[in-house]
């Protein structure tokens, strides 16, 4: 069968999603770099100077350049949790609007055991391993860290890290993500491989049928 119009919409804005977070990442980076370049070592490092600000109806606002440079360099990790956070929004819209087609049903895919049970059903149980449902446990329990606990570890998030990588977390109850997931941007990007590749299947599935 062909794709419907609003499913396809989403798949595209999935795959679209990358591009769009590390565009951003390499902006923010790009511009610390020239901050440091052009102020740095320099007599402006610590002086309030207007910055160009289109944007605004003032068209500028005032930093100090160590402070401007500080703000932007310290802003990846959150763009990087951010992207999780949108990724996985749009996987779980996908699955809701899936399901009423491979399965026949409306699921909340936005609840975690109705996700699994996504996967568990007839037509979609051949897609992933049990290691990767687990991982997408762990992604999403990441993200609803980030969302739900200003960033810090809780037990969920502990429970489905053993679960899904076995042995003892690196990081306890009310770290940093960060401490958790030590590399957060490569960690990111597998997971993001992942909710790729489970869309491209997902997408033949609808194809197929």
Known sequence: MNIPTNIKYIIERILEDESRWKALYMATWGYSYQIEAQYQGGTLWDMLIPFGLPASKY??????PKELHSILTSRDGEFTIGHLQTLFSLFEELLNEVSKILHGLELNTSKWKNMENFFNQTATKDILSTQDINELNLAKKTRNCFIHNG?????KWIDAYQKARGGISPAGLGDELQK???NKFHQIEDWHELIIDITKRIERKIILK
């Open 151 to 155: 960033s810090r570890i809780d037990q």
């Open 180 to 182: 958790g997931l030590l």
């Open 59 to 64: 068209k500028q606002y005032a930093y100090k």
